[in-house]
C-alpha cells in the first residue's frame, strides 16, 4: 500500500526525471503531422467545410493555407470562419503561403500587410513567403535586390510580432551569373528576423543533401515539407515513406537543423489523394517521429 511518505517519494522522483529531461516531453508534444493544403487544391474550392473535417480525419493536427485574398478569404470563408473551422476540427495554422510580388516589383507591402492581417486572426508563427516568379530572379543583381527586399519585409514582420519564413523550390540551389538565391538569403538574413521552410523533395531534387544545408546553417530551418520523390520519376511525388528520399537520415539531424514542425505536400497522386494524406500522416507519425 502506498503511504503518504511513499507517495511524496515517488512524486520527488518523477518532479527530478521531468526536470532532467524536459526536452523529450517537449519533442514528444511537439511532433504533430501538418499537411500544406495545396495538396488539396482541387478539392478545397468544391467543398471547403468537408475537406478540413477530412484532414483532420487523416490524422493531422497542423495545416498551412495559401492563396489567401482580401476579395475571397480562405476558398469563400473570413480569417474569422475558417479559424473557427479549424478550431471546430482541433487544427491550428502555424504558417501561411502569402504572394508577394508587390514586394518584390515595386517594395510595396500592401500584400504584405494583407498576409500579416489573415495571419494573426489564424494564430500563425510565419508568414512564408512561398514562391518568387522567374521575372525577378534573372540576375545576381536581380537576386541582391531580393535580399534586400526581403530582409524589409522580415523586419516588418517582426514588428508585426511574427516571423518571415521562406519555402524553396528547386531553381533557389541553381547559379545565376555565379550565386545561388538559396545561399544569398541565408547569407544576407539574419536567423532572429527569417526562418527557412526546406522543402525537402525539391532540395533532393537539385541534387542537395538537406542535412549539408543545416550544417551549414544550423538552427535556420523551422520548418520543413515533407514531401516525397517518386522513385521511377522523379518529377513525380508519391505517399511519404514510398518514395526515394531518406527521410530518417534528414529527421535524425532535426534539432540541428532546427525542425519545430513536420508539414507533408503532394502535388501529383496515383492513388486517391484522402488515401495519399491518411498514408502519409501515419507513415510521418509512427516511422519518422516516434
Do not use: C
Amino acid at each position: 500500500m502506498t503511504n503518504r511518505r511513499t507517495f511524496i517519494a515517488q512524486a520527488g522522483l518523477i518532479s527530478a526525471g521531468l526536470a532532467l529531461a524536459p526536452e523529450l516531453l517537449m519533442a514528444k508534444t511537439n511532433k504533430v503531422a501538418g499537411l500544406q493544403l495545396y495538396t488539396l487544391r482541387a478539392q478545397l474550392p468544391k467543398d471547403v467545410k468537408g475537406v478540413i473535417a477530412k484532414v483532420a480525419q487523416a490524422g493531422y493536427k497542423e495545416v498551412e493555407v495559401y492563396g489567401y485574398s482580401k476579395q475571397n478569404g480562405f476558398w469563400g470563408l473570413s480569417p474569422v470562419e475558417f479559424k473557427a473551422l479549424l478550431t471546430q476540427h482541433g487544427l491550428t495554422s502555424p504558417s501561411g503561403h502569402y504572394g508577394m510580388d508587390k514586394l518584390l516589383e515595386t517594395g510595396s507591402m500592401d500584400e504584405v500587410n494583407d498576409a500579416i492581417a489573415a495571419a494573426k486572426v489564424l494564430g500563425h508563427k510565419y508568414v512564408t513567403m512561398p514562391y518568387i516568379n522567374i521575372k525577378f530572379r534573372k540576375t545576381a543583381a536581380d537576386i541582391k535586390s531580393i535580399v534586400t527586399k526581403v530582409n524589409t519585409a522580415a523586419a516588418h514582420i517582426k514588428k508585426a510580432g511574427l516571423k518571415m519564413a521562406y519555402h524553396n523550390h528547386d531553381f533557389e540551389l541553381i547559379s545565376v551569373e555565379g550565386v545561388t538565391l538559396y545561399e544569398e538569403l541565408l547569407k544576407g538574413t539574419q536567423p532572429g528576423m527569417l526562418d527557412f521552410e526546406m522543402d525537402l523533395y525539391w532540395v533532393v531534387r537539385a541534387g542537395n543533401d538537406p542535412v549539408n544545408w543545416f550544417k551549414k546553417y544550423p538552427g535556420r530551418f523551422s520548418m520543413v515539407h515533407v514531401k516525397d520523390m517518386d522513385k521511377q520519376d522523379n518529377k513525380l511525388n508519391t505517399e511519404v515513406g514510398s518514395g526515394s528520399v531518406d527521410f530518417k537520415q534528414i529527421f535524425a539531424n532535426a534539432k540541428l537543423g532546427g525542425i519545430k514542425h513536420y508539414i507533408v505536400e503532394q502535388e501529383n497522386f496515383k492513388i486517391d489523394p484522402y488515401v495519399s494524406i491518411a498514408q502519409s500522416s501515419k507513415y510521418l507519425l509512427n516511422n519518422l517521429l516516434s
